[in-house]
């Protein structure tokens, strides 16, 4: 991209580059060099394109945060230290340049990376034909080993962060705004304003992921594609089976207060619907005093939900689900998506 790359690289340092711990040499050279100073590293990578993973009308501020929360979430699922990330951004010719869109994008990717002193170390700029497309690498650091998706065992509680479902209801409302296919509902205006801070900022359990691990927690999985899906994923990985209470599954304030209309959603959007970034932790009961602790001292909601069975080769399904103490019959409807992980 020519001249512009380089304005645009300079914006990106002067932001969010500023050399800090760890750091040897950040952006401005051909890579970065990192010291992790003898600790373990924990690498991942998510990639978000326009049209697919958000909608071009996005604001630059809410895309930068989310590009960054959804890594940080799988650095908090190991319990690793966010420490430094590298941006990939592949921009489609427009214009009017993006000199004012990379600095809200600073601005937005800042109000998140400060928070945990995450530096942006490096990273390539590009102009595609094809649509915005962004990848971010997040780097983290453990010194305890990590959380794991195959470290499930009979016996644990089955643990949730925060709250489920507000990212997919708002996601519905988006959807119908935009005249595409999704379920309206009514709500106010505060309503909907939060469950829209919910899908445009989810909160990256950081903090709780690495107390969880130095407590002894074993195994945990960000809750991305849904609840169902994602702990199917840690019941594949470890070979076991769960019962889960869907009435206990936590709820926000306004999503509890909308569903009360409508009982099919209280369960179909925090049990299927996607993007909430909370951690689904499973963990001995040994262990539950402390995670309790841990989770008031840090004012995070922290809700057990269910707890895992030893595999049954028999088994029609690797999930239980209860409502209210009675069996619900499986399988669930097929519009709630992802329940092939059952
Ligand atoms: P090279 O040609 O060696 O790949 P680039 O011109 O792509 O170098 O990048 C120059 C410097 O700017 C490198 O340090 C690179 O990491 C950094 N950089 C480029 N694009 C970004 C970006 N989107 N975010 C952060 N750093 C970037
Ligand atoms: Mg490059």
């Avoid at 002067?14 to 970065?32: K, Q, Y």
């Avoid at 939060?194 to 107390?211: D, I, K, N, V, Y």
């Avoid at 209309?261 to 262990?287: N, S």
Wanted: hydrophobic fraction near 45%; charge should be negative; include cysteine.
């Amino acid at each position: 991209m020519a001249g512009g790359e380089f304005a645009l690289i300079e914006r990106l340092r002067s932001r969010l580059g500023t050399e800090s711990r760890g750091v040897r040499l950040g952006i401005g050279d051909d890579a970065a060099w990192l010291d992790p100073a003898g600790r373990q590293l924990v690498a991942t990578m998510d990639t978000l394109v326009a049209g697919r993973h958000f909608f071009p009308d996005v604001s630059p501020e809410d895309l930068a945060w989310k590009a960054l929360a959804v890594n940080l979430s799988d650095l908090a699922a190991m319990g690793a230290e966010a420490r430094w990330c590298l941006l990939s951004l592949a921009l489609p010719q427009r214009e009017e340049g993006y000199g004012a869109w990379i600095e809200a994008f600073a601005t937005g990717w800042s109000a998140l990376a400060d928070r945990y002193g995450v530096t942006l170390a490096g990273g390539d700029t590009v102009a595609t034909d094809g649509p915005l497309t962004l990848s971010v690498t997040a780097l983290g650091l453990t010194g305890h080993g990590v959380m794991r998706r195959d470290a499930a065992r009979p016996g644990d509680v089955i643990w949730v962060t925060g709250s489920l479902g507000d990212a997919a209801a708002a996601l519905n409302l988006a959807f119908v705004e935009r005249g595409h296919d999704g379920q309206a509902f009514p709500c106010s205006a505060p309503q909907r304003d939060a469950l829209e801070a919910r899908r445009l900022r989810p909160t990256p359990r950081l903090e709780f992921g690495a107390t969880a691990l130095a407590s002894g927690v074993l195994c945990a999985v960000d809750c991305s594609d849904g609840f169902l899906a994602d702990l199917g994923h840690i019941l594949k990985a470890s070979g076991v089976r769960a019962q889960v209470a869907l009435d206990a599954l936590p709820l926000s304030p306004e999503l509890a207060d909308l569903a009360r209309t409508d009982p099919e959603r209280l369960q179909r959007w925090p049990l299927t619907g996607g993007d909430d970034y909370e951690l689904i932790l499973c963990a001995a009961p040994v262990l539950s005093t402390a995670m309790q602790e841990a989770a008031r001292t840090l004012s995070l909601r922290l809700t057990a939900v269910g707890s895992i069975l030893p595999a049954a080769p028999d088994a029609r399904t690797t999930v239980t689900l209860t409502w209210r103490d009675e069996p619900l019959p499986l399988p669930l409807p097929s519009t709630w998506g992802h329940v092939h992980a059952l």
